[in-house]
């Protein structure tokens, strides 16, 4: 019974929910840079390189022999490098997005643990510590004063 109350409170603490909703949004963001690369990248780089196709580009170590289809036939040996590179288009494009939005969050973070700053809405917790930060700078300053 102990795992099931540990999972209710995961799952009602909004963890869970939150990391589903990242990975919907994930998914569904891979797919549009997926698209970007391979339809808004890809041609043009292909078109600046004389037509080649990336995703088709590979070092042969063995060509096929025989008749395709007949007994004797033996499939080439290669190494597929141009789906590599699309690959990692697709991830520099991702991390790149992924680092705008966390900086882009940072700063309203920033601003929200900012107690002095009045236009955006400070989490209580902040307020709480902020409070009693700015009490105890008071009562050290009445020490010192009382001291000298």
Do not use: C, W
Request: a neutral charge; hydrophobic letters at 45%.
């Amino acid at each position: 019974m102990g795992i099931f109350k540990e999972f209710k409170e995961f799952a009602v603490k909004g963890n869970m929910v939150d990391m589903a909703v990242g990975i919907i949004i994930g998914t569904a963001f891979n797919g549009v840079v997926d698209v970007l690369v391979k339809q808004i990248i890809m041609p043009p780089l292909s078109l600046l390189t004389d037509g080649i196709n990336y995703a088709d580009r590979k070092f042969v170590l063995k060509e096929s022999s025989g008749v395709k289809g007949a007994a004797d036939f033996v499939e080439e040996v290669s190494i597929g490098y141009g789906l590599l590179i699309e690959t990692m288009i697709d991830f520099i494009v991702i991390g790149f997005v992924v680092f705008l939005v966390v900086k882009f969050m940072n700063r309203f973070r920033n601003k929200a643990q900012d107690p002095k700053n009045k236009t955006v809405v400070t989490p209580k917790d902040i307020e709480l510590l902020s409070s009693l930060n700015d009490k105890m700078e008071e009562q050290n300053k009445l020490l010192r004063e009382r001291q000298n």
